[in-house]
């Protein structure tokens, strides 16, 4: 049996998209796949790559492979979900997710993701849990010719150790946490639904019948960020989304809660190091 490391099917004679459950109007697609653990398959190569254009929203239960791998897209914006921390994966920012790791993804139709594996017999872990990884121009072309299947077992070892040479954690994650404590749900619930809620720290202290203190000492102990920095994250992960969708910064501007796109310019560029127009160009259409 071959077992096809990206999708957990059996590439042998099965269907390699896993168990496609869809809704009644076929525009969304859930995707169930197995649980491995790290290093469980026998893998005949160091590094693979998969990748696929969704024409449906589409999501993944939670799974995990049987080697690392590294999530990044050509087109569009997705989540990973491991625990309580959500990545924002982008063409520029990817995941890396160690082998063994249960996680769960989402992505919009028109979105077109790839995910690279790495044996784990062959590659050390880049880092024991999940981490962003920038994609920059270089890693993405040696990413790119592993992808070639023509690949001379030469030029393959060549292309495998130029991108392990340069796969290195980004300083800049575009990751929210999100509170465990039922009292913050809240707040944690009412800003993921809609985050140009414009409610500021003193109106849910009112509501919650807390101190600001102690609203901002709770999201610092269970998230590591003031309050304040976690909505300008969660905002910037919305944004993220909306700005690799097409959307205009004006719009997406007043989509999640800024009075002027200068002051979401400038919370953007804070969160992400680019500002909203630069990081629509440099998204493929």
Not at 51 to 63: I, K, M
Not at 100 to 108: E, K
Request: aromatic share 6%.
């Amino acid at each position: 049996m071959t077992v096809d490391v990206s999708t957990g099917a059996d590439t042998t004679g099965a269907d390699a998209t896993g168990a496609d459950a869809t809704g009644p109007d076929d525009t969304v697609a859930t995707i169930a796949l197995p649980a491995f653990g790290a290093g469980s398959v026998d893998v005949p190569w160091a590094v693979n790559a998969f990748d696929d254009a969704v024409d449906r929203d589409t999501s993944w239960l939670p799974h995990s492979h049987p080697t690392h791998e590294l999530l990044w897209n050509e087109r569009g914006a997705s989540r990973v979900t491991v625990d309580n921390r959500i990545w924002t994966v982008t063409p520029s920012v990817g995941v890396w997710i160690p082998a063994g790791v249960l996680h769960s993804a989402s992505t919009t139709a028109g979105t077109w993701y790839r995910a690279t594996h790495f044996d784990v017999r062959r590659v050390s872990p880049l880092a024991e849990r999940p981490v962003s990884i920038e994609i920059t121009p270089l890693l993405k072309m040696v990413l790119l010719r592993l992808a070639d299947e023509a690949l001379s077992a030469e030029s393959r070892s060549i292309a495998e150790a130029m991108a392990l040479d340069v796969l290195t954690p980004s300083g800049r994650e575009l990751v929210v946490a999100v509170p465990a404590s039922p009292w913050l749900r809240p707040i944690v619930q009412a800003l993921q639904a809609n985050p140009g809620d414009r409610r500021l720290l003193d109106d849910w202290a009112q509501e919650l019948g807390a101190t600001p203190r102690t609203i901002t000492r709770a999201f610092q102990r269970e998230t590591g960020l003031a309050f304040g920095q976690w909505v300008s994250v969660l905002r910037a992960c919305h944004a993220i989304e909306m700005l690799a969708g097409g959307s205009d910064p004006e719009d997406v501007a007043a989509h999640v809660g800024y009075a002027t796109v200068s002051a979401f310019g400038a919370a953007f560029k804070r969160a992400t190091g680019v500002t909203p127009s630069a990081f629509r160009v440099s998204v493929p259409r």
